[in-house]
C-alpha cells in the first residue's frame, strides 16, 4: 500500500472558510510526522495521522520505508523546513533506520533555528531516559551497526538529536495508555501551538487604544466569574475593530476561543443557527461538526464546549439574535469565560442577562482631523492652506471612522473646486440621513465598469483573491487593473497582504442594497443572487431569466442537493456561477451559454457535456472526476480557458489532455497524488503559473522556450529538465527539488529571480536573481563564482560540500545569508563587505575555524552560530561604533570558541541572548547588565558557576537557564517584574533561590532536575501562574498552600520523592497533573494525567 504524504481533505476550502476558520500561515505544513513504519504505522501513527486530517491540520506523513537511494530527498528537506509542528515517533526501532536519526536531526537543527517551530516528542513504548542515554540494548545495538557503516561526526550528530528530544516534554505511550485518548491529547496541544500562532488582521487603530483598554478591564481578565461585554454603537464606529483587538490581546489567556462574524447576516439563512452552532462547536471542539437541528447543538455545547474555559466574540447581532438558542445557558460554562457581543442596536443587548454595556463612541475631534488627513493627504497632518474645509468635513463625518475614511480617499487629489461641491451637496443631504449619503458619494462617482466590479465584490468575493475575478472582468471588458485600483483609492475596499479583497460591513450593505433595490420583490430579476435559498427557489421554479450575471449556491457537505437542466434554461446571461457540493444531472449542452468563470466544487456528478466554449476559469477542485470523463474532450472546444484548476481530484491518474487549449495560463494539479507521468505544455504559449506541488508529473513535454509568460514553475518531482527553460524571459520564480537522482539543467533565464534547486550540475546563475537556495547538492564540492549575483538580497546553502563561497563579498546587496551542514566550508572570506546583512546563521560548518570581523555590518540584527566544532574565534563590532544593532544573538555548541572579542562591547538593542555549551561564555555573561534591553535570555552550559547579579534586566520577560550543573545561585531574580517565563531544569546543584512573590506576571515556572533546592518561596503568592513544573525536584519537602492560584491549569510533582503533601491541592482547576504518589489526586477533578514516567 501507498501513503500519501499530504491530503487536500486537510486544507479547508479558502474561498468556502467561514469566519471562525483559523488564518493560515506561509508555510506548507502544519505538522511533521516523523515515524518507522513496521513499528507504530498500522497503529498509532495512521490513528494520529487521519484524526489530524480530519481536524483539517495540514500534515505531512512520512513513512521511512518508502525511501529510495541513500540520500535524504531534497523534498523532504523542504517539507521539514516548512513545517510548524514536528511530531517524531520515537518507538523501539526508531534508532535502527538512519532516515529517522537524519529526520530528527534536521528537525532539532531547525528547532535551535528559533524560527518558530515547535518539536512535541511521543515515546512509543520506550523510556524518556533511554532515549536519552541510548543505553538500551534496542538503541545501542542501532548505533553499533551505524558507527560501522558512518562516521563518527554523523553518529554523535544523531546521538545528539536523540539526547535533545529526549529531554522534552512529550507523551509516553505505555501498554496500559488508551491510545485513543493519548491521541486526543497531542491533538488538543498541536492545536494551542497553531492557535497561538494565528492572530486576526484588525483596520486602522487611530484613537482605538483607550476603548479596547476599557473594555479589556470591563472582561475582568482575572476574575472567576462568568462575565460577558456588549460593546453597541453605530455602524462604521469601530465595533468590530475595537473586539479583533481585544481578542488579539486576551485569547491566549483562555483554553479556546472562537471570533464569529457576520451574524446579522448569518441568520438570515434557513439553518443561521444550525451553521452558527456548527462554527462554534468546530472552533472549541477543533473538528469538524455536522450539528442537525438546534437542540442538537445546545445538546453538544452543554456537554462539550462547556467544559472549557472559553472566550468567544459574537461580531455584529440584530433583534433575531437569542443567545441562549444559540449557545445554551451562560452559567453552564466554565468559570473564568468571557463574551463579547456587538450590535448596532443597544436593545438587543439588554436582554442579555448580566451583560456589561459599552458604548462605541464618535472620535474626537483630534482623532477625526488624523484620520480624515491619512486618506485625504496621505499625512497625518493636512497643510495649513486646506483646514477650513478639512474641518467642514470633518464636522459633517461627525467622528464616524469609516464616513472619514471613505470621503477623505474620494477627495484624494481632487482640485479645491470638487471638494466644495461635495461639501455643499453634503450639507444639502445631511448625515443624520444615514450613512449611505456620504459612501454613495463615493459609488456614484465610479465609472459604470467599476460599478459592476464593486458589485461583484460586495456579493461574492469578499475575502477571495483577486487573481480570478480579474481574469473574468477583462474578458468582460471592465478594465479591473485601473477598476481595482480606484475602488482602493476611494476606500471602498483593500486588498491585504494575502492579496484577498475586505470590504467594510457598510459598505458591503450598500452593495448588495443595489442590487436588491434592482427588483425588491422578484429576486430573480436581479443582476446577481448570493443567497442559497432564493438560488434555490429560482431554480426549482424555473423563474431565471437573462438579467442574472452572477450565481452562488454552497451547499456545504451537510446538505447535497440535485441541480437539472432545467433550472438551468433561461439563465442564459450567467458570467460567473458557483455551485459547492451539489449534483449536478442532465444535458447542459445548451445552458450557461455565457458563463466565463465556471466553478464546480466538491461536486461527486458533473455533466460530460457542460458547456465550456466561454469559459475563461474552470475550476473543479475536490470534484469526484475520472480520466474517462467526457467533459475533457468540450474543454477542448473552450478556446478562451485560461485557468485549470484540479487540485485534489485524486481520481485523476494522468494529466488531461488540454493541448488544445492554447491559451491557458494557469494549471493547478497540486494534491492530485496519483497523478504521473508527463504534462505536454509546448502548446500553452500564455502560461504564467505551473503547479505540480503533490503530484508524481515527472516530465514537462514541449517546446517550453516557446512559453514567454511563464513566471512560476514549481515541479519538485521532475526527472529531467526540460530543455529550452533558459530561453524564457519571464520566469522569476522555479522550484525543483528532484526526490531521486539530480538533474541537469542546461541553462538558467536571465529574469530569474527566485531559485530553489537541490542538484550539483547547473549552469551559470543570471545576475537577476535575488534568492537563492541550494540544498542537499551533496556532490556539490565547488560553487559558481557569485561574484555577478550583485542584486541578491537572499542566500541559503545547505548540505553542500562547497569549501568557500567565492564572490561573497561583492554580494552588496545581501540582507540574510544562511549556510548550513556545509562541512568542507573553510572561511566565509568577503563576509566583512556585506555591510547591507542584517541576517547571518551558520551552522554545522565542521570545518570552519573562524568569521572575519564584523565590525562593518552596522544593519546585521540578528547573529546565529551553531555547532560549529573547531570555530575559535568570532570577531564583533568594536567600541568606536558606539554598539551594535544586533537584536538577537545565540551562540551554541561551538566546543573550541574562546574569542569572542568584539562582542563584549554594549549591545544596546540586544533583546534575544541564547548562549549554549562553548569555552568564552563567561565573557559575554559578565557583560548581561549592559544589555538593558533584554527580552528573552537562555543559558544552556555546564561551565557556567557563577552568573552576575540579572537585577538591571528590568525588560526581560523570558529566563531559562538549564544543564548548568555546577551553578549554585542566581541573584536578582526577585527584581524581574516583567518576567513571564523561568525555566531552571537540570541545574543540579541550586540549592536556593529568592523569594519571587515579586514576580506578578510570572506564568510559568519551571525548576525540574534541581535536586538540591529546598524550598520556593513566594511561589503562593504568583497569581498569573499557570504552569508550575518541579518533577525531580529531590529536596523539596514540601509546598506553601497553592489554592489562591486560581489562573493554575498545569502541575508536574513527578519524582519529588521527598515532598509529603500540597495544601490547596484540590482547590484547584488544573487540567494536567503529573504526580508521584497517586494519593495526591484522591480529590482530584482532571481531564488528563500523567503518572511517575
Known amino acids: 500500500m501507498e501513503w500519501n504524504r499530504s491530503d487536500p481533505s486537510s486544507e479547508p476550502d479558502s474561498s468556502s472558510s467561514d469566519s471562525t476558520t483559523r488564518p493560515r500561515p506561509a508555510l506548507k505544513y502544519e505538522v511533521f510526522l516523523s515515524f518507522r513504519g513496521p513499528d507504530v504505522r498500522t497503529t498509532f501513527a495512521d490513528s494520529l495521522y487521519h484524526f489530524l486530517v480530519h481536524s483539517k491540520i495540514r500534515t505531512f506523513y512520512d513513512d521511512e520505508e518508502l525511501r529510495k537511494g541513500d540520500k535524504i530527498a531534497p523534498s523532504l528537506v523542504q517539507a521539514i523546513q516548512e513545517s ?10 526508531y534508532a535502527s533506520s538512519k532516515w529517522c536519526l537524519e529526520e530528527l536531526s534536521l528537525m532539532v537543527e531547525s528547532l535551535n533555528r528559533n524560527q518558530g517551530h515547535i518539536l512535541l516528542p511521543v515515546f512509543y513504548f520506550v523510556e524518556p531516559r533511554d532515549v536519552r542515554r541510548q543505553e538500551r540494548s534496542y538503541y545501542s545495538r542501532a548505533f553499533l551497526q551505524h558507527s560501522r557503516k558512518y562516521d563518527a561526526e554523523t553518529t554523535k550528530e544523531w546521538k545528539e538529536a536523540l539526547q535533545f528530544v529526549g529531554q522534552l516534554k512529550g507523551w509516553h505511550v505505555t501498554e496500559s495508555d488508551r491510545q485513543g485518548a493519548v491521541i486526543d491529547n497531542i491533538f488538543s496541544q498541536v492545536w494551542s501551538h497553531l492557535m497561538g500562532s494565528y492572530k486576526i488582521e484588525t483596520d486602522e487603530l487611530i484613537g482605538i487604544e483607550s476603548r479596547v483598554k476599557e473594555v479589556r478591564d470591563l472582561l475582568d481578565l482575572d476574575g472567576e466569574r462568568l462575565k460577558m461585554v456588549g460593546i453597541h454603537g453605530m455602524g462604521g464606529i469601530g465595533k468590530t475593530t ?211 466590479i464593486f458589485l461583484d465584490i460586495a456579493c461574492f468575493f ?121 449534483n449536478m444531472t442532465g444535458d447542459f449542452s445548451k445552458m450557461l451559454p455565457n458563463t466565463l468563470w465556471l466553478q464546480l466544487r466538491f461536486c461527486r456528478s458533473i455533466p460530460d457535456d457542460v458547456n465550456l466554449k466561454k469559459v475563461a476559469i474552470l475550476d473543479l477542485k475536490g470534484s469526484y472526476l475520472r480520466d474517462d470523463w467526457r467533459g475533457w474532450q468540450r474543454a477542448k472546444e473552450g478556446k478562451k480557458l485560461k485557468v485549470v484548476n484540479l487540485e485534489g481530484c485524486s481520481g485523476l491518474v494522468k494529466a488531461p489532455d488540454l493541448s488544445s487549449c492554447r491559451g491557458l495560463e494557469v494549471i493547478n494539479v497540486e494534491g492530485c497524488y496519483y497523478m504521473g507521468g508527463e504534462l505536454h505544455i509546448g502548446n500553452f504559449k500564455n502560461l504564467k503559473r505551473l503547479s505540480l506541488l503533490g503530484s508524481k508529473i515527472s516530465a514537462l513535454k514541449g517546446d517550453i522556450g516557446m512559453l514567454q509568460d511563464l513566471t ?70 565547488t560553487l559558481p563564482n557569485l561574484v555577478n549575483l550583485s542584486n541578491l538580497t537572499q542566500l541559503r546553502l545547505e548540505l553542500v560540500l562547497v569549501d568557500e563561497i567565492r564572490g561573497l563579498g561583492e554580494l552588496g546587496m545581501l540582507e540574510t545569508l544562511q549556510v548550513s551542514s556545509a562541512q568542507n566550508l573553510k572561511s566565509l572570506d568577503g563576509l566583512q563587505n556585506l555591510v547591507l546583512l542584517q541576517q547571518l546563521t551558520v551552522e554545522h560548518c565542521g570545518a570552519l575555524e573562524k568569521l572575519p570581523c564584523i565590525a562593518n555590518l552596522t544593519k546585521l540584527n540578528t547573529l546565529v552560530i551553531r555547532s560549529c566544532r573547531i570555530l575559535f574565534e568570532i570577531q564583533g563590532p568594536d567600541a568606536s561604533m558606539g554598539g551594535s544593532s ?159 492560584l486560581k489562573n493554575m491549569t498545569h502541575l508536574d510533582i513527578r519524582e519529588c520523592s521527598q515532598l509529603i503533601g500540597i495544601i490547596g491541592l484540590h482547590k484547584l482547576q488544573c487540567t494536567i497533573l503529573g504526580v508521584h504518589d497517586p494519593a495526591f489526586i484522591s480529590y482530584w477533578k482532571t481531564h488528563e494525567m500523567y503518572l511517575n514516567m
Open 712 to 781: 512560476e514553475i514549481d515541479a519538485p518531482n521532475l526527472k529531467e529538465f526540460p530543455a529550452g527553460i533558459g530561453d524564457l524571459r519571464s520566469l522569476e520564480i522555479l522550484r525543483v527539488t528532484p526526490a531521486d537522482a539530480p538533474i541537469s539543467v542546461p541553462a538558467f533565464p536571465t529574469s530569474l529571480k527566485q531559485l530553489t534547486i537541490s542538484t550539483p550540475r547547473f549552469p551559470n546563475l543570471p545576475s537577476s536573481l535575488n534568492s537563492l537556495a541550494l540544498s542537499c547538492c551533496f556532490e556539490l564540492e
Open 84 to 93: 510548524k509542528i514536528y511530531i517524531p515517533i520515537l518507538s523501539q526501532g
Open 886 to 1044: 544586533l537584536t538577537r544573538l545565540e551562540i551554541s555548541r561551538c566546543p573550541k570558541l574562546a574569542n569572542v572579542e568584539g562582542l563584549i562591547q554594549p549591545l544596546q538593542a540586544l533583546n534575544t541572548l541564547n548562549l549554549e555549551g562553548f569555552p568564552s561564555i563567561e565573557t559575554l555573561l559578565l557583560r548581561l547588565s549592559s544589555f538593558s534591553n533584554m527580552k528573552k535570555l537562555l543559558i544552556d552550559c555546564g561551565l557556567v558557576v557563577r552568573l552576575p547579579d540579572l537585577s538591571e534586566l528590568k525588560n526581560l520577560k523570558v529566563l531559562i537557564i538549564r544543564g548548568c550543573t555546577q551553578l549554585m545561585e542566581i541573584t536578582g531574580l526577585e527584581s524581574l517584574e516583567s518576567l513571564q517565563v523561568l525555566a531552571m531544569s537540570s541545574c543540579e546543584s541550586i540549592y536556593e533561590l529568592p523569594d519571587l512573590s515579586h514576580l506578578e506576571h510570572l506564568r510559568y515556572l519551571n525548576i525540574s532536575g534541581c535536586m538540591q533546592l529546598t524550598q520556593v518561596m513566594g511561589v503562593e503568592r504568583l497569581g498569573s501562574l499557570e504552569v508550575l513544573a518541579m518533577s525531580q525536584c529531590k529536596s523539596i519537602i514540601e509546598l506553601p498552600d497553592l489554592s489562591a
Open 462 to 582: 469578499i475575502g477571495k483573491s483577486k487573481e480570478l475575478p480579474f481574469y473574468m472582468w477583462t474578458d468582460c471588458k471592465f478594465y479591473p487593473e485601473s477598476g481595482v485600483n480606484n475602488l482602493i483609492f476611494k476606500s471602498l475596499i483593500k486588498v491585504n497582504e494575502s492579496n484577498e479583497f475586505e470590504m467594510h460591513d457598510l459598505i458591503k450593505d450598500l452593495g448588495r442594497a443595489i442590487v436588491q433595490a434592482e427588483n425588491i420583490q422578484q429576486p430573480w430579476k436581479r443582476s446577481r443572487i448570493w443567497s442559497n435559498d432564493e438560488a434555490l427557489d429560482m431554480l426549482e421554479n424555473g423563474q431565471g431569466n437573462d438579467k442574472v450575471e452572477a450565481l452562488r449556491i454552497d451547499m456545504g457537505d451537510r446538505d447535497v442537493r440535485k441541480l437539472t437542466e432545467e433550472g438551468f434554461r433561461k439563465l442564459s446571461g450567467v458570467r460567473f456561477l458557483q455551485v459547492r457540493h451539489c
Open 242 to 452: 475595537i473586539s479583533k483587538a481585544v481578542y488579539n490581546e486576551v485569547s491566549s489567556r483562555f483554553e479556546r476561543s472562537c471570533f464569529l462574524e457576520d451574524i446579522r447576516e448569518t441568520l438570515l439563512k434557513n439553518d443561521g443557527v444550525v451553521t452558527l452552532q456548527n462554527k462554534i462547536i468546530s472552533s472549541i471542539l477543533r473538528h469538524d461538526s455536522r450539528v442537525g437541528d438546534t437542540s442538537e447543538g445546545i445538546h453538544i455545547i452543554r456537554d462539550k464546549v462547556c467544559k472549557y474555559k472559553v472566550f468567544i466574540v459574537l461580531d455584529d447581532v440584530d433583534e433575531r439574535f437569542e443567545f441562549e438558542k444559540i449557545l445554551g445557558k451562560l452559567q453552564d460554562y466554565f468559570f473564568g469565560s468571557r463574551f463579547i457581543v456587538t450590535t448596532r442596536d443597544k436593545r438587543v443587548l439588554e436582554f442579555l442577562e448580566g451583560c456589561t454595556l459599552f458604548e462605541a463612541k464618535l472620535m474626537s475631534h483630534n482623532d477625526s482631523f488624523k484620520l480624515f488627513g491619512k486618506h485625504a493627504f496621505r499625512m497625518d497632518d493636512p497643510p495649513e492652506e486646506n483646514a477650513d474645509l478639512c474641518e467642514e468635513f470633518v464636522k459633517i463625518a461627525a467622528g464616524l471612522p469609516l464616513a472619514l475614511k471613505v470621503i477623505g480617499s474620494f477627495l484624494f487629489r481632487k482640485e479645491k473646486r470638487i471638494w466644495r461641491e461635495k461639501l455643499e451637496e453634503l450639507k444639502e443631504r445631511p448625515f443624520s440621513n444615514g450613512v449611505h449619503e456620504i459612501l454613495k458619494i463615493s459609488y456614484n462617482d465610479l465609472t459604470s465598469t467599476e460599478k459592476e
